[in-house]
């Protein structure tokens, strides 16, 4: 759900001329937000999840949650693209936690205001009962993780484990600087895995799975991708410089994001949605390598027909406002189905169909205008100051 990071510069001058947008990683973004709303419109259309009891031809809309695996890849990737050229520093710790909270903090609180009025007004999600005084102060201190309360939006417990990992990240930055990747992937994944193996058997390690602790792992493969696609970038330079063939490492990227992907997709297959979103946790892991070379792969403008495609001009659009449409779309998807279309449809295709039908585009011209309010004018405007002048002309 992060923006997409501008690349920074690095010391050479050739690298201080390099695009401050990555190409395609604004397209995947809003693929994986429209995921997201696609996978819920086939939740409240088809009972029984996990089990997938929709027709054959809709049955990977049940892996939504996967799209949220590539959010925080992606997230750790965007996140690590400046200090990756910066021998992984950071300008100042000051200055990233006030544009983390200035970037993710007023759309959140906007839609969680949204959420609310929803749930209190029409209908609460599904499952859930009215939103409590306690739901107001989880939810609005991104505490929802750990503590638990009547859920407004189907969609914020992700966002609650993105913000801890911000709280991270500069120690995932210090470890890359004086231990290396290996080590920090290393020690992550070890210490990760030890949790998912003691967790049912031991109540009290059993509680930092509240925490989504795989996440964290993913997060870091992110952070590592972008050094790797930074190293790719100065090589490519370098052989620029002495004029070299161009280094082969950019268009194997895809074939290995390829090989990394294909046992996981086939174990998927082969076990189906039950055991996959039982093993999420494990699954997850599974498929933060894939991802990881995938962006890494696009970073270096491999291959080309896919960024070409990622990086049109509507998805370009769909990843600006990628952000707000995973916010604010939960409540929107539950409204038409459960109080439009239930009273009038039986579960099945019909009613899938006129979820998506009605659904999708409401949520995007919604999700487009909330943008406009309460996330592009924070991405263009770095502080109160730029943003009220800005009102004021206009």
């Not at 992060?2 to 050739?14: K, V």
């Not at 990233?96 to 205001?113: C, G, N, S, T, V």
Request: net charge positive; hydrophobic share 55%; proline share 8%.
């Amino acid at each position: 759900m992060e923006s997409t990071a501008g690349q920074a510069t690095s010391p050479s001058t050739r690298a201080a001329r390099a695009p401050t947008r990555l190409p395609g990683l604004d397209g995947i973004r809003g693929i994986a937000a429209l995921f997201v709303v696609l996978h819920h419109c086939w939740l409240l259309s088809f009972p029984g999840f996990p089990a997938d009891t929709g027709p054959a031809w809709a049955g990977w809309l049940v892996y939504g949650h996967l799209a949220v695996v590539m959010f925080i890849v992606l997230s750790g990737f965007s996140l690590a693209v400046s200090p990756a050229n910066s021998g992984w520093r950071l300008n100042s710790l000051r200055r990233f936690a006030y544009r983390r909270a200035w970037r993710i903090l007023p759309p959140y609180w906007a839609a969680l205001l949204f959420s609310l009025v929803v749930a209190w007004t029409l209908i609460p999600q599904p499952g859930q009962s009215d939103p409590t005084v306690k739901s107001v102060v989880v939810y609005g201190l991104l505490v929802q993780d750990l503590f638990g309360s009547p859920s407004p939006n189907g969609a914020f417990w992700s966002i609650a484990v993105e913000a801890q990992l911000y709280i991270v990240f500069p120690l995932m930055l210090l470890v890359l600087r004086r231990a290396g990747a290996a080590v920090l992937l290393t020690v992550l994944t070890v210490v990760v895995a030890l949790i998912g193996l003691l967790a049912p058997s031991v109540p009290a390690v059993d509680l930092f799975m509240r925490l989504t602790p795989q996440f964290a792992v993913l997060f870091a493969i992110g952070a590592v991708a972008a050094g790797v696609a930074a190293a790719m970038a100065r090589g490519i330079t370098a052989h620029e410089e002495a004029h070299e063939d161009a280094s082969p490492w950019p268009s194997r990227l895809p074939w290995l994001a390829l090989a990394a992907a294909t046992p996981v997709v086939l174990l998927i297959v082969v076990r189906g949605p039950g055991w996959t979103v039982d093993h999420y946790f494990w699954v997850d892991l599974a498929v933060g390598p894939a991802v990881g070379l995938l962006l890494a792969s696009v970073a270096a403008g491999r291959p080309r027909p896919l960024v070409r495609l990622l990086d049109t001009g509507a998805l370009r659009r769909l990843g600006s406002f990628s952000y707000s449409l995973y916010l604010i779309h939960a409540p929107i998807v539950v409204v038409v189905n459960r109080m439009v279309l239930a009273p009038r449809l039986a579960p099945g295709v019909t009613m899938f169909l006129a979820t998506l039908v009605l659904t999708v585009p409401l949520a995007l011209l919604a999700a487009w205008l909330f943008a406009s309010v309460f996330e592009l004018p924070f991405q263009r405007h770095r502080g109160w100051g730029a943003l009220r002048a800005a009102v004021l002309r206009r």
